[in-house]
């Protein structure tokens, strides 16, 4: 009743509407949050696991998520997914004779859900499947209180997850040659985004989500050799990121993004042998002109992956 009250004094017009759900004369109408999610205290869980758990007399702290337009007003029980290594997700819940949905978040916020499971039959189990990178998840078990009387939203069930290897791709056929000391002008007018973060091995999250294309180049850099790299946008955000490998599972080497339009990285062979590194220009939207700039001191060597399709071409 407490939050009520201060959900009164804050939203006049929204208390309204709640009040009339919570008397039963709105269904369906949405339910605004009153408190943030808590995850302060959240249960871990992890690749493998089948546990046991309850929502009943579980506090309910949010209604509304990011992915559904509807409330979820019974209590919530929330667990911790620490991701080291990019894999394919499967989370299984089943309700021991209640109606549950299932949420994974990207970060503590409700409405930052990634995706949902809340199935059309009310006591149905519900399923997620979702590929996640490397970095810290919520699983969220809440209730809704639907029309029916007789259908509970609180009781214990089964949370599980399994993990599965995801698909690799090969990257290699897509391998131009750069300039070294020079500027490569590129353009991403019809390419297609494979992937929007590597937010671990790359120093920290970029300041973009790279929802844009990629192109790649590669250097070959002998031992004593040293790369520096820099994207520079007209009209995206600019991500670069320099890999060991053109075929996943690659290891990012570096990147950093110098300021919305513009990011670098830079690679020092330290080794006895020679290595070839990866050069991949990335930005939040497809569409756009770009300027690559790479400065290499040492013995660097503009690479090429020459594809038996594309030596047909030559050769035609
Ligand atoms: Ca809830
Ligand atoms: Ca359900
Ligand atoms: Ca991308």
Redesign the pocket.
């Known amino acids: 009743m407490r939050k009520y009250v201060i959900c009164c004094l804050v939203v006049g017009f929204v208390c309204l509407s709640a009040g009339l759900v919570s008397a039963g004369q709105i269904k369906d109408a949405p339910i605004l949050s009153r408190l943030p999610l808590d995850c302060m205290d959240p249960i871990s869980i992890a690749c493998g696991d089948d546990l046991a758990g309850s929502n009943i007399g579980a506090t309910n702290e949010v209604d509304l998520y990011g992915c559904i337009g509807y409330g979820m007003s019974g209590g919530e029980v929330v667990y911790e997914l620490i991701v080291d290594l990019r894999r394919i997700f499967d989370i299984h819940l089943i309700p021991d004779e209640c109606d549950l949905g299932l949420f994974l978040l990207g970060t503590c916020d409700e409405y930052n859900c990634l995706i949902h499971s809340d199935g059309i039959v009310p006591l149905d189990p519900e399923h997620i499947t979702y590929e996640l990178w490397p970095g810290t998840y919520y699983i969220v078990v809440d209730g809704y209180i639907g029309e029916d009387e007789n259908i509970a939203f609180e009781c214990d069930f089964e949370l599980s997850v399994e993990c599965s290897e995801p698909i690799w791709e090969n990257y290699c056929d897509l391998v131009m040659e750069p300039s070294c000391n020079g500027v490569v002008y590129g353009d991403f007018t019809g390419s297609a985004?494979?992937?929007?973060d590597f937010m671990d091995g790359c120093g920290g999250p970029p300041n973009i989500q790279?929802?844009?294309?990629?192109d790649w180049y590669s250097v070959r850099v002998n031992p004593g050799g040293f790369v520096y790299a820099t994207v520079l946008f007209e009209q995206a955000g600019a991500a670069l990121w320099i890999f060991d490998s053109c075929v996943e599972p690659f290891d990012c080497l570096s990147f950093y993004s110098l300021n919305y339009t513009s990011a670098g990285g830079s690679y020092e062979n330290t080794t006895d042998e020679a290595n070839e590194i990866f050069i991949v220009v990335?930005?939040n939207f497809s569409g756009g002109p770009y300027a690559l700039t790479l400065n290499c001191t040492g013995d660097v060597v503009p690479t090429e992956h020459i594809t038996w399709d594309k030596v047909k071409v030559l050769f035609r």
């Open positions: 985004n494979h992937f929007s790279a929802f844009g294309a990629e990335d930005s």
